[in-house]
């Protein structure tokens, strides 16, 4: 079946620090992939994503590359603020399997000033 | 403006008092889902939907039921609640992709439900 790890959390950085947070996937069809943010007592919010092999999803500073040949794609960015601060998750569609969704775990963010 | 609401946002009850948690979007979208967030373990699927009258089971369907008479509602049912489903709940929706459509199609989520069962 389809899956997603993340790398384990919390991450803890100083303001103005590279932030890279790794995602691989396990995936039967082609998915398409993505990363959605979530703001202490906010639902999940989309953050950046890439649709196929090679693609770069970017937002905010934030961006990932959809690497089939090492079925990854990490979370990137060059300088963190302090509003940065949520947990992160990565998630995987498969439209060859009625659209199956699988999330992450989720990576707690915390950056301090 | 396009949303996912959810109602109610917090909720604490007792075991075995029938529960509903109502979902509703306004982007004519086809596709609605339940998820329960739990420490550690990430999202997981309670059940889904592809349209409607078309419903099936997710990851983790125990102990829950749900209804897609109209495509822009999508209640979750707690028949009857247990200690263990105290745990925070999202609705999603997106459009319906074939697989031939590369577009990708994002969930949006509802702001979430908090509900304690004691």
């Known amino acids: 079946g389809n899956s997603v790890t993340q790398m384990e959390g919390p991450v803890t950085l100083s303001e103005e620090a590279f932030l890279t947070i790794n995602c691989t996937y396990t995936?039967?069809?082609?998915?398409?992939l993505f990363w959605y943010v979530q703001y202490p007592g906010e639902g999940l919010q989309l953050l950046l994503k890439a649709t196929k092999a090679d693609d770069k999803g970017s937002n905010k500073g934030f961006e990932a590359t959809y690497r089939k040949e090492t079925t990854s794609f990490h979370l990137e960015k060059g300088s963190v603020q302090v509003s940065d601060s949520a947990v992160y998750f990565c998630a995987l569609i498969d439209l060859n399997n009625n659209n199956d969704m699988r999330f992450g775990a989720g990576t707690r963010l915390t950056v301090k000033p | 403006e396009a949303q996912v609401t959810q109602n109610p946002r917090y909720l604490i009850t007792v075991t075995g008092k029938k529960l509903t948690v109502t979902c509703s979007q306004n982007m004519n979208h086809e596709y609605m889902s339940w998820y329960r967030q739990d420490p550690g373990l990430g999202l997981r699927q309670i059940y889904y939907?592809?349209?409607?009258?078309?419903?099936d089971k997710g990851d983790v369907p125990e102990g829950y039921k749900v209804s897609r008479k109209e495509k822009r509602n999508f209640p979750l049912i707690l028949e009857s609640p247990s200690p263990n489903q105290t745990s925070l709940y999202f609705c999603?929706?997106?459009?319906?992709?074939?697989?031939?459509?590369?577009?990708?199609?994002?969930?949006?989520f509802g702001p979430g439900t908090r509900l304690t069962v004691l």
């Open positions: 999603a929706s997106s459009l319906f992709r074939d697989r031939e459509d590369r577009r990708g199609n994002e969930q949006f």
């Open positions: 939907s592809m349209n409607v009258e078309v419903t």
């Open positions: 995936a039967t069809g082609y998915p398409s």
